[in-house]
């Protein structure tokens, strides 16, 4: 798909929904944090830290957000996300309008980085923190929660590029651009005949 196909420019709202979609999966999943091997005694959300005895079945939940660390990890990784959805929305309007396409584009992606700058914050403070202030049981790992949540951030700093780069692009993306055709005369290239 080259860079005047018409139905191409909703790539980069499609890429923002898939990041929507891996925050979602990052701020309602259980797996931040688990236990790496049998018995499974501790689990870990951004929200709350599980742990139980090895016989006992019943997790034991304590909140994350009676820390300072774990209000500030959760809220700077929500409010990149907030930020996000609104980024995401914008790019639906952006790509919709063609009077308004290329005017915002440059400060959607300017908003990307910012999303991307808090939703790094609040992934480095959990495991630095979470590390220090709980105890641990067991072999623990930071699992596939926490996982989504760095997705989300990469896929974030890719499309924050794009957005920035993409008005460079413009008259090629809108089709403006007439085709260069390259032709000689039989003269001048005797090698075609």
């Known amino acids: 798909c080259g860079l005047a196909c018409w139905r191409c420019r909703w790539l980069l709202p499609l890429l923002l929904g898939l990041a929507i979609i891996m925050g979602i999966i990052a701020l309602a999943g259980r797996g931040w944090l688990e236990s790496e091997s ?40 929500l409010v990149g996300f907030v930020i996000l959805v609104i980024c995401f929305a ?8 063609e009077i308004l396409r290329f005017n915002f ?58 957005f920035c780069c993409l008005p460079n692009w413009e008259d090629e993306v809108l089709g403006n651009i007439k085709p260069t055709y390259y032709y000689s005369s039989p003269e001048r290239a005797p090698y075609l005949n």
């Open 105 to 162: 584009v440059r400060g959607i992606g300017g908003l990307l980085f910012v999303v991307a700058a808090f939703q790094i914050i609040g992934l480095v403070i959990y495991p630095v923190k979470f590390t220090e202030d709980i105890p641990l049981t067991g072999d623990n790992m930071f699992s596939w929660a926490y996982g989504f949540g760095w997705a989300s951030t990469v896929v974030v700093i890719g499309c924050a590029f794009f």
């Open 38 to 77: 049998e018995p499974y005694v501790q689990q870990a959300s951004l929200w709350e830290s599980c742990t139980r005895g090895e016989e006992d079945l019943n997790w034991n939940c304590e909140s994350l957000m009676d820390y300072g660390w774990g209000r500030a990890a959760a809220a700077t990784y």
């Open 90 to 97: 914008l790019a639906v309007i952006a790509f919709s309008i």
